[in-house]
T-cell receptor
Framework: DAMVIQNPRYQVTQFGKPVTLSCSQT?????MYWYQQKSSQAPKLLFH???????NEADTPDNFQSRRPNTSFCFLDIRSPGLGDAAMYLC????????????FGAGTRLSVL | GENVEQHPSTLSVQEGDSAVIKCTYS??????FPWYKQELGKRPQLIID?????GEKKDQRIAVTLNKTAKHFSLHITETQPEDSAVYFC??????????FGKGTHLIIQP
């Protein structure tokens, strides 16, 4: 059973058209992460939420925003996607009580036309 | 911030032989070191992890060693099988912060 669910699996958007990616979890974990993974590269952390506290990585572009309305859901908003934002976006969760092990979703592959 | 270096980028071994992948990290505050296996188009799957208070951990054919003083850790796969072919990522982190990943190793098992 999927515990970290990302929707949609594939997303196509147009250059400059805002897009939102969704992540939900059934694990009740207090930490949720968004990673960007470009082809043949390692996942790169964009930001994470520790409960409602938002933590942005220093080099994450302002074009990327996130919302976490409740424990189960976290959204990644790309305000004005550029061609360079085409990538796989991975959501992950962890619980400090489980020693920081991160559980990844299947990812959303974003294409920008 | 943390910086993780991973070598080699590609590793080809004969089926049944052992494979070793090495990583170094820079932040002495990191205390959690997982290894992920990622098959093409799929999510990273945690295969083994180690914490800074442990020097070695083994799970069947997979083992990880950690040298905290030298800030390096290694993945060892013995008796490799075709299904071991994948990209393997090491990572380093601590607390609630996210992980910093190495650039990955493409492991190829030759029949």
């Amino acid at each position: 059973d999927a515990m970290v669910i990302q929707n949609p699996r594939y997303q196509v958007t147009q250059f400059g058209k805002p897009v939102t990616l969704s992540c939900s979890q059934t694990l009740n974990h207090n930490v949720m992460y968004w990673y960007q993974q470009k082809s043949s590269q390692a996942p790169k952390l964009l930001f994470h939420y520790y409960d409602k506290d938002f933590n942005n990585e220093a080099d994450t572009p302002d074009n990327f925003q996130s919302r976490r309305p409740n424990t189960s859901f976290c959204f990644l908003d790309i305000r004005s996607p550029g061609l360079g934002d085409a990538a796989m976006y991975l959501c992950a969760t962890s619980s400090l009580g489980q020693k920081n092990i991160q559980y990844f979703g299947a990812g959303t592959r974003l294409s920008v036309l | 911030g943390e910086n993780v270096e991973q070598h080699p980028s590609t590793l080809s071994v004969q089926e049944g032989d052992s494979a070793v992948i090495k990583c170094t990290y820079s932040d002495s505050a990191s205390n959690y070191f997982p290894w992920y296996k990622q098959e093409l188009g799929k999510r990273p799957q945690l295969i083994i992890d180690i914490r800074s208070n442990v020097g070695e951990k083994k799970d069947q054919r997979i083992a990880v060693t950690l040298n905290k003083t030298a800030k390096h850790f290694s993945l060892h796969i013995t008796e490799t099988q075709p299904e071991d072919s994948a990209v393997y990522f090491c990572a380093a982190g601590g607390g609630a912060d996210g992980l910093t990943f190495g650039k990955g190793t493409h492991l190829i098992i030759q029949p």
